[in-house]
């Protein structure tokens, strides 16, 4: 969120929250769904080096 925004992320997602929290807590909920819509977006998404690091194990 801190990175890619909540407009972009709403984009990628497919949602219109207006509020980082709200996006947060949608997130949150959806874990899975959330993470292929980002694998799968054609939007340039920052991945931050924390998952980068888990993902090359």
């Known amino acids: ?3 890619n925004g909540l407009e972009k ?3 990628v997602f ?3 929250y207006k509020k ?3 996006l947060r807590k949608f997130m949150k909920h959806n874990k899975t769904e959330c993470g292929l ?3 799968e977006s054609s939007e340039e998404i920052i991945i ?3 998952i980068m690091e888990a993902i090359r194990w």
């Open 1 to 3: 969120m801190k990175v």
């Open 9 to 11: 992320l709403n984009h």
């Open 14 to 16: 497919g949602t219109k």
């Open 20 to 22: 980082e929290d709200d």
């Open 37 to 39: 819509k980002i694998f």
């Open 48 to 50: 931050p080096e924390y």
